[in-house]
């Protein structure tokens, strides 16, 4: 009999090309995914999988197999969602980027409530790669992330916004009037947002001004790099929506990246009533974000 944990195993290999990233992804051992995986071939009576020391590919077996597998994934996943939804009047499983401010969802949450009444949230926090790969799963219906041109799914934009630096009110570069050059920040401490999606553009850019600033706290959590930032302990760079007490916002020279932030629906076929409450909250959200999105101007 296949197992919901089979499937998840075999489609983390497939996503990932590799035992070991997809044993990652999914928080087992490496041993524990083969295992698993050896267990669903003897199941269907097929090899999956051949593998080279370099990497693994699917056998014609695997490749006719994996539709299957992600319509089973999902199928399941929509049932438990349905029995966890019953005697609820509105269920809304949404993913969030980690690194988008809490206070926007929160802000839009708690409006859209009071708009459809019973609201039951069911909210998933986490990467690109992983609201994408629940998206994929049937586990949340639509999420709140990055636009890519590169993704495959039906995209709803809402806002854009650029990058600054985040500076304790009381720095000194902090009371200098319009952009700093980053030569400013030479040696200066920095925290860096180890889930920041620019992170490595960040890196260069510095590195091509010939600049080095010194890492003195890395961390995943934006609002903890925000409190470290208020403390004087460094400075950072994030989106524009985060703001925090004893933070300036403030522009840098030739820093001018931008992300595009909207919602991503999951390509399955939703319920009728399910398929309304999704729409009622695009609707809503598109309307309620010009009330809460950043001025950039502002900085």
């Known amino acids: 009999m296949i197992e919901n944990y089979q499937l998840r195993y075999f489609l983390a290999v497939v996503e990932t090309g590799s ?27 097929s090899k999956l999988f051949d593998r080279t020391s370099k990497r ?21 996943n929509l049932a438990e969602a349905d029995i966890k939804s019953t005697g609820q009047s509105h269920l809304l499983r949404l993913g969030i980027l980690m690194t988008i401010p809490a206070a926007i969802i929160a802000n839009i949450l708690t409006a859209f409530n009071r708009e459809v009444g019973g609201l039951v949230t069911e909210l998933f926090e986490g990467t690109e790669q992983e609201i994408q790969n629940r998206l994929d799963e049937g586990k949340i219906d639509i999420a709140l992330t990055i636009l890519r041109p590169t993704l495959k799914l039906e995209k709803i934009p809402l806002y854009k916004e650029g990058y600054s630096i985040a500076l304790a009110e009381h720095h000194p570069l902090a009371q200098q009037k319009g952009p700093i050059h980053p030569a400013e920040f030479a ?20 590195t091509d001004h010939n600049v ?15 409190s470290m930032v208020a403390a004087g302990v460094g400075f950072t760079t994030m989106p524009d929506h985060y703001q925090a007490d004893g933070v300036k ?13 909207g919602l991503v629906k999951t390509t399955y076929q939703l319920s009728e009533e ?18 809460i999105t950043f001025n950039r101007e502002q900085l």
């Open 19 to 45: 035992f070991t990233k997809a044993a990652k992804r999914v928080f087992v051992t490496q041993p524990t995914l083969s295992a698993g995986i050896k267990k669903l071939e003897a199941d269907l009576g």
């Open 56 to 76: 693994v590919f699917l056998t014609e077996s695997g490749t006719r197999f994996v539709p299957h597998a992600k319509s089973i994934l999902y199928q399941l």
């Open 187 to 206: 040696g200066e401490p920095t925290i860096v947002r180890s889930r920041c999606e620019i992170l490595s553009e960040t890196s260069r850019f510095f």
């Open 212 to 226: 080095r600033p010194r890492l003195v706290y890395n961390t995943a959590q934006d609002e903890r790099a925000l």
């Open 249 to 261: 916002r403030i522009k840098m020279i030739g820093y001018d990246f931008l992300r595009e932030i």
């Open 274 to 291: 399910r398929s309304a409450l999704i729409d009622q909250f695009i609707t809503f959200s598109k309307a309620q974000l010009p009330e």
